[in-house]
Antibody, heavy 118, light 110 residues
């Protein structure tokens, strides 16, 4: 099970930090992704962190503003995003990869909505 | 990393078969067999229905099947049912060690 938290209303220009707590599987053995979906739009992959906490890959469009980290002792993965604009309004999902790094997203959290608005 | 290209919508009558295409490049679909398909209902999280081009997770109906040729993957739904009405997304691993989704297809059961 994956449970995201930290969503809500954020002012333009501010930063956000989302958390995703995992349970029911060996968290430290899997890559963990963040994916977002703007209202009425498709899925957008943001990035992934490998099982070992020190390898990350990001979408080119997000590289400058996004940091993904994880704490395997807490079974938790984090997403930090800076300089938010209204284009960042979306539901943010964390998702598990079947592999230790990436290749196949096989399960998803329920998502946490983020609204960027003044 | 451009999104994989899918038709915006596909429709069919109950009992019919439909196919959704997913076109990428030699940097994603054409390079690996790490193609997955997801089903998403309104307001819900996506659900994996096909992985590694043509494999179904346990519990997914065998009416769903996947295939790939060169840079294009396809999802087929046979014996279309009202419960299949949803959005469908393809995805692929890429040569840049990233992940890319398709543009999404809305399936309508007439």
């Amino acid at each position: 099970q994956l449970m995201e938290s930290g969503g809500g209303v954020v002012q333009p220009g501010m930063s956000l930090r989302l958390s995703c707590e995992a349970s029911g599987f060996s968290f430290s053995m899997h890559g963990m992704h963040w994916v977002r979906q703007a209202p009425g739009k498709g899925l957008e992959w943001l990035g992934v962190i490998a099982y070992g906490e020190d390898i990350t890959y990001y979408a080119d469009s997000m590289k400058a503003r996004v940091t993904i980290s994880r704490d395997n002792s807490k079974n938790t993965v984090y997403l930090q995003m800076t300089s938010l604009t209204d284009a960042d309004t979306a539901t943010y999902y964390c998702a598990r990869d079947y592999f230790p790094v990436l290749g196949r997203i096989d399960s998803w959290g329920q998502g946490t909505p983020v609204t960027v608005s003044s | 990393q451009s999104a994989l290209t899918q038709p915006a919508s596909v429709s069919g009558s109950p009992g019919q078969s439909i196919t959704i295409s997913c076109t990428g490049t030699s940097s994603d679909i054409g390079s690996y067999n790490y193609v997955s398909w997801y089903q998403q209902f309104p307001g819900k999280a996506p659900k994996l229905i096909i992985f590694d081009v043509d494999n179904r997770p346990s519990g997914v109906s065998d009416r769903f099947s996947g295939s790939k040729s060169d840079n294009t993957a396809s999802l087929a739904i046979s014996g279309l049912q009202a419960e299949d009405e949803a959005d469908y997304y393809c995805s692929s691993y890429t040569t840049s060690s990233t992940y890319v989704f398709g543009t999404g297809t809305t399936v309508t059961v007439l």
